[in-house]
RNA sequence: GGCGGGGUAGCCAAGUGGUAAGGCAGGGGACUGCAAAUCCCCCAUCACGGGUUCGAUUCCCGUCCCCGCCUCCA
């Protein structure tokens, strides 16, 4: 089995075949730092993420790079508005940035770039350009020359002469051709600007991907991701500029992620429709966030609608029910993962399809009801069924936490520490209870699980006794 | 106008040239004092019209509708 990807380049999947044998070096877009991170950052996030666990579970020794874009026109303006300076907004931004990553369970790149890091290396690549003549510069700007690369619009299917020229903030009468693209900004009065051959002034967008991903990941690496939105012209663009000033290939595989769309429209911030994540994160919590995440195949449009994200709770508490059940059985009876081999495969082959996160998770699902069918026999004093039991929750945090980040024993040790908080509440109320059924006064009885259900302790009744514990913690919507 | 993605049960969502995974919701059953949790069963002919084929939801053509990008954006 090979893991394939829809290559936006190729239009077509392709197998993943690595540069190196065994490694995967990736390079995902990261955000401008001058704003909250909304749930629209956080599907790609979580799917490069995904991608990122799952490469390294296939066996890969994996190499993630994410840039953060620190010197922007945002950032000016933001910090304008506030009174800022641009690098308090950036640098503001950045931690709140990751912060806000390290909630939703996304793993910290190995390499995080910054922009303003890389300007000696975003000059000399846009000096090679311009020794090639496939760059000017005027009055402190410099632009690529767009018709002089013969693969521009490659990556976007568009043809030069098709494109409607867009205007670029640094004034068009400048450029030769309105298709042409900034690579390097003049400084305007009261804006950020370092010095460069071409006089103080700024980077433009593109060149710092081009410029820290193949400083930090080398030339034709494996992976370049991000959102769709960015195929153009951004990568387009990143292409350009890298393909142009060396002749080589920048990456061999194109993987971008569909948006999050609100109702029928686009979540965007001139609709003024954003969900910022950390509110996402606390209403609905890192597991049944994610899970949401991965109920679509990453290619394809994702729509916020609370009433998904409560299926999408219903589906984390069923996987953290089962584990905690497991937990209980399986204790020194051995492992057998007989059973979970074939969920496994399963899993991997819906991942090998260009990461098919809802079949894969349709498999976890399999594994689950498995693993419950296993547990009524375990619980009979089957010990041989105790073992599978043991097997089908070992994968089940395998894939479910190790490769799809969905904290399910985050979930039960977080409710663990509140049932030890309220465990002699409980117990005392639950005796209560016990005294009322023995007298067959199951008014009282359920009255008390009623209370105790009201905040979130779950009562169960069981052949062998009463259990009880805490449930995901309760979710809006 | 150019480029691209998509229309599958009440909802979400996979998928395949040979009569369609999984989940949520709903209905029925087992278990329970009742519940909860769990298990079992039921619940679609795949936008529409043609064509190719022994056979199409899956391939081709056309129609209708939805969405994204073409400007900052994950």
Redesign the pocket.
Known sequence: MTLSLYDTLA?EQRPFEPREEGMAALYV????VQGDA????G???VVFDVLRRYLEWRGYAVTFVQNV?DI???IILRARREGLEPAVVATRYTRAWNRTMDALGVRAPDVQPLATGHLLEMQALIQLLLDQDKAYAVEGNVFFRVRRFAGYGRL????VD????????VDASDKEDPLD?AMWKAAKPGEPAWPSPWGPGRPG?HIECSAMAAKHLGHGFDIH??????????HENEIAQHEAAHGDTFARYWV??????MG???????VGNVVSLEEALSAWGVGPLRLWYL???H?????F?T??L??AA??H??FV??LR?ARRVASDVGVDDTAAAVHRAAFAA?MD??L?A??A??AV??L??A???A??AAERGDVAASARVAGLAGALTELGDGVLGLHLEAALADAAGVERQLAALVDSLLEQRAAA?AERD??T??GI?DQLGAAGV??????DGVRWYVADAPTAG
């Open positions: 239009r877009c990261g955000p401008t909304h749930i629209g950052h599907r790609a996030a874009t922007d026109d945002k976007s299917r568009r043809r098709d494109m409607q020229q867009g205007e670029d903030i693209f967008w991701g991000g959102g769709l939105d960015l195929v153009f012209p951004h971008h992620n569909g948006m999050v769309q029928a429209e686009k979540m965007s911030k001139s109920s679509a195949q290619r394809t449009p994702l729509t609608d009433a998904r409560r299926d219903a589906v508490q069923r029910t089962f059940a819906a399809a260009d098919n809802p079949a998770v349709a699902h399999e689950v009801t693993g419950n069918e547990l009524t059924r199951f008014a009885a359920d699980r779950v009562v169960e009744d069981r052949p």
